[in-house]
């Protein structure tokens, strides 16, 4: 099979599955970044076709993921940008009003997980979301399979240890004691 054949084949199998990890780590209702960040997934791809691997899709989500941190970069200076304006506004007496998502509700599962590393919550994300076998998350991540393995079973536990202390955080609020 030709480079572009295997390219074409990369595509056809794995933009659904690349579009879904790239929205799940994006805000919701961000459509046309999911958009953009699955383009430039694929024109890297395409770039550097020849070195796609047989199984592509752990190769793809670790291009994701650096096109991810690309984009997230770029909204944390569009965020302090707009941080810097509301200042502005603030002192001079105008009047900012804040985004309609600024207050989304989240489960307690995410909330959690929001609270863990950066690298802790994707090393759950890809073998749960994406579901991930440990040699391709080693792939995705770009480490070795005991590296791979040791980063999800000490994410798993500080995960378990972020939940419970949001139960006991729950059950003091509510009065409860252990």
Same mark, same amino acid.
């Given at each position: 099979?030709?480079?572009?054949?295997?390219?074409?084949?990369? @595509?056809?199998?794995?933009?659904?599955?690349?579009s /879904?990890?790239?929205?799940?780590?994006?805000?919701?209702?961000?459509?046309?970044?999911? *958009?953009?960040?699955?383009?430039?997934?694929?024109? &890297?791809?395409?770039?550097?076709?020849?070195?796609?691997? !047989?199984?592509?899709?752990?190769?793809? @989500?670790?291009?994701?993921r650096?096109?991810?941190a690309?984009t997230?970069?770029?909204?944390? #200076? @569009?965020?302090?940008?707009?941080? #810097? &304006?509301?200042?502005h506004?603030?002192? /001079?007496?105008?009047?900012?009003?804040?985004?309609?998502?600024?207050?989304?509700p989240?489960?307690?599962?995410? !909330?959690?997980?929001?609270?863990?590393?950066?690298?802790?919550?994707?090393?759950?994300?890809?073998?749960?979301? !994406?579901?991930?076998?440990?040699?391709?998350?080693?792939v995705?991540?770009?480490?070795?399979?005991?590296?791979?393995?040791?980063?999800?079973? /000490?994410?798993?536990? /500080?995960?378990?240890? *972020? &939940?419970?202390?949001?139960?006991?955080?729950?059950?003091?609020?509510?009065?409860? #004691?252990?």
């Amino acid at each position: 099979m030709s480079t572009d054949q295997a390219f074409a084949a990369a @595509y056809r199998e794995h933009y659904w599955a690349v579009s /879904r990890f790239v929205a799940r780590r994006l805000d919701a209702g961000e459509t046309h970044e999911v *958009e953009e960040v699955v383009a430039d997934v694929f024109s &890297i791809a395409w770039r550097r076709r020849s070195e796609l691997p !047989e199984a592509p899709l752990p190769w793809l @989500y670790a291009v994701a993921r650096n096109c991810l941190a690309n984009t997230v970069r770029g909204k944390g #200076r @569009y965020r302090r940008l707009l941080h #810097r &304006i509301s200042h502005h506004e603030t002192v /001079r007496h105008g009047q900012v009003v804040d985004s309609p998502d600024a207050e989304r509700p989240g489960s307690w599962v995410h !909330e959690a997980l929001s609270r863990l590393a950066p690298a802790d919550q994707e090393a759950l994300r890809l073998t749960t979301w !994406e579901e991930l076998s440990l040699d391709e998350l080693a792939v995705a991540l770009e480490c070795s399979r005991g590296a791979a393995a040791m980063r999800l079973h /000490r994410a798993r536990q /500080r995960l378990r240890a *972020e &939940i419970d202390r949001m139960q006991m955080h729950v059950r003091a609020g509510d009065g409860h #004691r252990d």
